[in-house]
């Protein structure tokens, strides 16, 4: 399966600044990645679906302002928490779908802690 | 709308015991693609098993199998001689052929396999 991977694992910020996560495709020019949020022992939420070269798509009630996504090259997808706050402290994954297998393959997460 | 459901929010067996989880699903659709995902402790998400609607054969894997009714919009991952390193959550995933590609998550089964 396709390599996934994110960075930061493991970020702690505080109130009021802004965070950027990166999901990188080691082995797989990915035209569409998608953004996830997940709470402790719940599913997986989708947020968005990353386009290269054109504007995220982000599901109901996600707000695109707050979760800047950016997918400037077929390798790399990024999300930037702006003005992050204690609510927004959560699991994110990334994913990216090969195309017609239409298997996800999913980056290994970043924790993000806003105090 | 699609819905995948998982009814089982835990299941606990003894080492080598054969386990099964369930996942039913609702859809319009005639023409998918079934998952297993499972998310161990690390929280990496791991594709298990898939399945192809218009396949009738259920898909193995290795200890891994399915069963496949597609009639009754079910879709039940069987684990034979489960080991203690098959401790995770387990997702049941759909996803529609063509389209957007977004997953649709079920709510998770938490499998403990007890030494």
């Known amino acids: 399966g396709a390599v996934v991977s994110q960075h930061p694992s493991r970020v702690i910020c505080k109130s009021g600044t802004s965070v950027k996560i990166e999901c990188r495709s080691l082995?797989?020019?990915?035209?569409?990645m998608f953004w996830y949020r997940q709470f402790p022992k719940q599913s997986l939420m989708l947020m968005a679906t990353?386009?290269?070269?054109?504007?995220?798509?982000?599901e109901q009630g996600v707000e695109k302002d707050k979760f800047l996504i950016n997918h400037a090259s077929l390798t790399l997808s990024t999300l930037t928490v702006t003005s992050a706050h204690p609510e927004d402290s959560s699991f994110y994954i990334c994913?990216?779908?090969?195309?017609?297998?239409?298997?996800?393959?999913f980056g290994p997460g970043t924790r993000l802690t806003v105090t | 709308a699609q819905t995948v459901t998982q009814s089982q929010p835990e299941m606990s067996v003894q080492e080598a015991e054969t386990v099964t989880l369930s996942c039913t699903y609702d859809?319009?659709?005639?023409?998918?693609?079934l998952f297993w995902y499972k998310q161990p402790p690390s929280r990496q998400m791991i594709l298990v098993i898939r399945?192809?609607?218009?396949?009738?054969q259920n898909a193995t894997e290795n200890r891994f199998s399915v069963n496949f009714q597609k009639a009754a919009k079910s879709f039940s991952l069987k684990i034979s001689d489960s080991q203690l390193g098959d401790t995770a959550m387990y997702f049941c995933?759909?996803?529609?052929?063509?389209?957007?590609?977004?997953?649709?998550f079920g709510q998770g089964t938490r499998l403990t396999i007890n030494p």
């Open positions: 399945q192809e609607a218009y396949k009738q």
């Open positions: 990353s386009n290269e070269g054109s504007k995220a798509t982000y």
């Open positions: 082995d797989f020019q990915a035209t569409t």
């Open positions: 994913s990216q779908s090969q195309g017609t297998s239409y298997e996800q393959y």
């Open positions: 859809t319009s659709e005639n023409n998918y693609y």
């Open positions: 995933a759909f996803i529609p052929k063509g389209g957007a590609q977004k997953l649709v």
